[in-house]
């Protein structure tokens, strides 16, 4: 069974950094796009990030880009999200997801996901 596990979230000041991690289990996503979507109230679900493959191109959100950085360590199959410099708008439930297939939507879309994690809460006081 193919499982993704969001942490890392937490309450931190406007200027301030967090590292969000997803830990994945049942299978590899090494060859396929993962990515993460944020979700803040009232709000519909977002993209924030997405990684090609391991090592392939990266793509970001215009409100992250230059803010938010996306990597992978394949030996400990997690994905993670280093934020920096955030701000309150940054304030959402943050949900990775994988890519079980290898095409369809574009990366910035969550139709092209397959699995997704619970989600781990940020908030960015001011």
């Known amino acids: 069974q193919v499982q993704l596990v969001e942490s890392g979230g937490g309450l931190v000041q406007a200027g301030g950094s967090l590292r969000l991690s997803c830990a994945t289990s049942g299978r590899t996503f090494n060859s396929y796009a993962m990515g993460w979507f944020r979700q803040a109230p009232g709000k519909e679900r977002e993209f924030v990030a997405a990684?090609?493959?391991?090592?392939?191109?990266?793509y970001y959100a215009d409100s992250v880009k230059g803010r938010f950085t996306i990597s992978r360590d394949n030996a400990k199959n997690t994905l993670y999200l280093q934020m920096n410099s955030l701000k309150p708008e940054d304030t959402a439930v943050y949900y990775c997801?994988?890519?079980?297939?290898?095409?369809?939507?574009?990366?910035?879309?969550?139709?092209?996901?397959?699995?997704w994690g619970q989600g781990t809460q940020v908030t960015v006081s001011s």
């Open positions: 997801a994988a890519d079980g297939k290898g095409y369809g939507a574009s990366y910035n879309e969550a139709q092209r996901y397959d699995y």
């Open positions: 990684e090609q493959w391991t090592g392939g191109s990266t």
